[in-house]
Nanobody, 128 residues
Framework: VQLQASGGGLVQAGGSLRLSCAASGFTLDDFAILWFRQAPGKEREAVSCVSGSGDRIYYADSVKGRFTVSKQKGKNTVYLQMNLLNPEDTAVYYC??????????????????????WGQGTQVTVSS
């Protein structure tokens, strides 16, 4: 059972990146997937959540209107499309879920330490 995040890179301000989070050993239909990010010297913060059904979605205020989360069920993968990136978006991005809290379907976005299963993180760097 694992999550694997990928797709990070270096981009100029105003650019776009698409992150992927591939699940193995379980189906994403049954669990919400959250995207967190952690910038140097800062706490890990939730930026988005998509429910198992895909019907419920959460965005942090800082990314609303710029980031879009989606699921591709046939590939058991969640994507985070990030547009209009700015230097404040620079961070390591992680996808996460939990065997218990993953069933909350994004009704409650908890602190990062509540989630048990994590992808390895992918670095996003936005230059000004």
């Amino acid at each position: 059972v694992q999550l694997q995040a990928s797709g990070g890179g270096l981009v100029q301000a105003g650019g776009s990146l698409r992150l992927s989070c591939a699940a193995s050993g379980f189906t994403l239909d049954d669990f919400a997937i959250l995207w967190f990010r952690q910038a140097p010297g800062k706490e890990r913060e939730a930026v988005s959540c998509v429910s198992g059904s895909g019907d419920r979605i959460y965005y942090a205020d800082s990314v609303k209107g710029r980031f879009t989360v989606s699921k591709q069920k046939g590939k058991n993968t969640v994507y985070l499309q990030m547009n209009l990136l700015n230097p404040e978006d620079t961070a390591v991005y992680y996808c996460a879920t939990d065997p218990v809290f993953g069933h909350e379907e994004c009704r409650h976005v908890r602190k990062s330490t509540d989630y048990e299963l994590w992808g390895q993180g992918t670095q996003v760097t936005v230059s000004s």
